[in-house]
């Protein structure tokens, strides 16, 4: 283990390798011949001290006037200095002590009282340096030790920056107890330390997030993610937790720790699915996407207030007989500056801070309204399906709404349908998926949105009951150059009819997709193919055109 730093500062070479003699075998000395020369060390930052003794009588700049520098560059709450003096006035030491010295001992020397005052000094310092539970560095000090590393080394740019979240530690709170939980951060921070990282940095930030900085030659991130896992045995049962992380590659000189740490972060907040790759490495790009997140945030509530959102229609069309079914309800935002704002600039943001569920009770107002008036004017009848975050099952107004859209109305079960991802229907507890089960009583026709993107589970289909599957644009754009993407949606499309459920394929946009999809047996088909998603006004006349050409399909989605 690396010995602490102690910088030694006295004009006196005799009094400063007395000290380092003293001090060598528990020590690093490193010595200053007068206040000049320390200052000009603490300023180049490359050596991390853990105390400052020194002398207060000094050429060029005296004792004091250390202490005065180490306050304004707010070094004195990070670095302890204990005062060297022969001077036994007590001026000399109030001085001292109110610009933030700990203590002080007199000349001459006496090493036992040195070490003890040392041991103290160094001690309490600990206490507001470190983290209590870790006994690891906290936040503040992490961001001092980190920074004072980089320093010391050759080129910054062979370096990276971890950022840990552990998943369940809140579950491992709730059913075993706090002390459970503190023994999954301590473990979790003996690992990270003990790794064949070897970072030279480690630190908890605050709860169960975790830093750490190593050097790029010794990172095998398949190795990392192996140890994100973890089963632990707490009261007879077997309790899976696991981690999930952001790392940053040190690619700018200039930028400062904290700035990592938050890219890092960043890196972290944009893993896709974390049980297949539990990391992410920054790009550039993610900050453009984070600050667009963070503004649209900001001015949603204005949005919603000045009637900003508008609701689209993407026309589904029936695949053998190129018919209009029925269409998928798509958000978009017209911001009086931005202009159109895609779903992708502002839905991850309010899922993430909560306000998803305002939006969707809006969407399905707005879209039953438009049905309403469409059905008034003698329009024809398109079923129109609304998506549903799994947060909204949460919220007991968006509930209410839900069922009061279905309960004892037989004319809005014929016009709306629910859409949820497969992503969201597994991330609900058990409690909320049955409420798909009494929605279906009820008569509202449930799909199965993005099957495909996600855990594609056939136990998916198996456990649980749906209308309609809507597969991921993503299989159906590998048609062309995938005979694997083929053969699954083949398979899929017979099993789901096997099944009595409908099949959707999404992201339709060629002559040869469509075609495929049509041989193959495929129910509906949604994409640029057929139509790109509407305004309301468009899709009406997108509707009656179709309806007045005796192109409405005779069944809807069902």
């Known amino acids: 283990m690396d010995k602490r730093k102690i910088l030694i500062v006295d004009d006196a070479e005799i009094n400063r390798e007395a000290l380092a003699a003293i001090l060598e075998e528990d020590y690093d000395c490193y010595l200053a011949a007068d206040g000049e020369e320390a200052i000009a060390m603490l300023e180049e930052q490359k050596v991390c001290y853990s105390i400052v003794l020194l002398d207060l009588v000094m050429p060029k700049v005296d004792g004091y006037g250390v202490l005065e520098y180490m306050n304004r560059a707010n070094l004195i709450s990070e670095i302890p200095v204990i005062i060297v003096t022969a001077d036994n006035t007590e001026s000399a030491a109030l001085r001292a002590y109110m610009l933030g010295a700990s203590d002080l001992f007199l000349k001459p020397y006496v090493p036992s009282v040195i070490l003890k005052k040392i041991d103290s000094v160094l001690y309490f310092s600990d206490q507001k340096r470190n983290d209590p539970l870790t006994g690891g560095f906290n936040r503040g000090t992490f961001l001092k030790q980190a920074e004072t590393f980089l320093n010391s080394v ?35 921070y003996n690992d990270l330390v003990t790794s064949e990282t070897r970072p030279d940095v480690v630190a908890r930030l605050e709860a169960d997030h975790f830093v750490c900085l190593a050097e790029k030659s010794r990172i095998d991130l398949e190795r990392i993610s192996g140890r994100m896992v973890r089963s632990m045995e707490i009261s007879g049962k ?10 940053y590659y040190i690619d700018d000189d200039t930028i400062t720790v904290s700035k990592m740490i938050d890219h890092a972060k960043l890196a972290k907040e944009n893993i896709v699915d974390a049980s297949v790759k539990p990391y992410c490495v920054y790009e550039a790009g993610m900050s453009d996407k984070y600050i667009g997140q963070a503004e649209a945030l900001a001015e949603f509530e204005n ?22 079914a029925s269409a998928e309800a798509l958000v978009r935002w017209e911001h009086p500056e931005k202009g159109l704002l895609s779903p992708g600039t502002f839905i991850p943001a309010l899922e993430k801070n909560g306000y998803i569920t305002k939006l969707d009770i ?33 919220d007991e107004s968006m509930r209410e709404c839900i069922f009061k859209t279905f309960r004892g109305n037989e004319s809005n079960k014929r016009k709306i349908r629910l859409e949820v991802t497969e992503t969201s229907y597994a991330a ?53 150059n995938n005979p694997k993407s083929r053969t699954i949606i083949r398979k899929m499309i017979e099993l789901c009819h096997e099944l ?10 060629t002559e040869e997709q469509v075609q495929f999809l049509k041989e193959s047996g495929c129910d509906y088909i949604q994409g640029y193919y057929y139509s790109k998603p509407l305004s309301a006004v468009d899709f009406a006349q997108f509707a009656n055109a179709y309806a007045k050409a005796g192109k409405i399909a005779a069944s809807a989605v069902s």
């Not at 998926?433 to 993107?453: M, P, Q, T, V």
């Open 362 to 394: 809006y969407m399905l107002e707005n879209v039953r309204k438009r049905l309403d008036e469409r059905e008034q004017e003698g329009a024809p009848l398109l079923p129109v399906s609304v998506n549903l975050s799994w947060m909204d099952f949460y």
């Open 500 to 509: 009595g459920v409908k099949v959707v394929a999404e992201g339709a946009e």
């Open 238 to 247: 077997k309790v899976h937790v696991y981690a999930r992380f952001g790392l």
């Open 428 to 480: 609900m507890e058990q409690d909320n998926r049955n409420l798909f089960d009494h929605l279906r009583e009820l008569g509202a026709k449930i799909l199965l949105d993005d099957f495909g993107s996600g855990y594609s589970s056939f136990g998916m289909i198996e456990s649980y009951d749906f209308d309609i599957l809507k597969l991921d644009m993503s299989f159906v754009r590998k048609i062309e």
């Open 303 to 324: 949005g919603m207030e000045n009637d900003e959102f508008r609701v689209y229609y993407q026309p589904i069309i029936e695949a053998q007989t190129g018919h209009l």
């Open 154 to 188: 050759q080129n910054r740019k062979d370096y990276a920056m971890f950022y840990f979240d552990i998943n369940n530690l809140k579950a491992v709170n709730q059913m075993f107890g706090s002390e459970e939980g503190d023994r999954l951060l301590k473990l979790f």
